[in-house]
């Protein structure tokens, strides 16, 4: 069943489309939400929000249109918003002895060394090309549809998809086997 | 990284794996039980403001015809009461009369005749047009 038709069934009281969707999309939502806060419960409290909202606001979603930029543009504007009522959270750089530090035997423990220095990269982006990246790179998303999901134009997408590139290669190139542990 | 340029604008499949790994925790499932419980509060709110909107639909109809009437019966009064104010004045007008055709009622070519003064030309000519 198309996204459009979950959401008029959601609209209509319907719970188990509302779950469908929330199923759907659970995926995208906490990524974005993690995107912008790296706590992760905090995150999750955020992409449920966001979920909620657009619950209640069902009736302005434009069945002609893609439901995934819109839900992940509530999701975003509620992970936002959490993170200025908590004021600016303190960018981490990446650990120093992190890149030194060779793969060893314990695969899973140098993978979950990996994930932790690509968040803590990640964090030290601008809020804007965290997302932008995230949805391009990550969620698959047009840079024309990420211009919808993040109101600027698609030549802005474009440019944070780029810097943000530009600045996690910079961050990540001690870690040369990143792309292999990964 | 394929990105050697801002015009390369193809998906990073590498890094967007790797980042899918890094944001995710393989808990979607709980994740989306979790919300669907949270939706139950949210369909209670959006039932009990449904049940109030329907109720407020269901009295419209009738509110409305009863308006109307109330309307309608306010506008015969009211149309009643100007209508005897017309009337009214209707006959407030009529005693009034003029003065002019009164007068030239009671002239007469004998009484013309009979005056001792010269009749003015307005009553002659009244008297003159009337036959």
Redesign the interface.
Known sequence: MEDAELAALAQA?D?EA??EL??RY??PA??VA??ILAN?DEA?DA??DG??SA??HLGRFDPERPFGPWLLRIVANAASDRRRRRKVRTAMPISPDLPARQPGPDVEAD?ER???G??DA?ATLPERQRMA??L???E?YS?REIGEILNIPDGTV??D??HA??A??ELLAPWKD??EQ? | MPDASPFDHRPDRELGDALRQALSDGNDARFAQRVVAAADQVYGDLGANLQWWSTLTEWARPGLVAAMLVIAIAAFSAGLWVGRGSATAANGSAVLGDPLGSDSQQLTVPVLLAGRQVPDVDEVLSVALRR
Request: glycine share 12%.
């Open positions: 009281g719970r509302f779950g929330v199923t659970a995926g906490r990524r993690r995107a992760p999750d992409a449920q979920f909620l619950l209640r993978k990996l994930r932790e690509l968040r990640l990246l995230v391009f790179d990550v698959g840079h474009r440019s998809v780029f590139r530009r996690l290669r990143w792309k990964g």
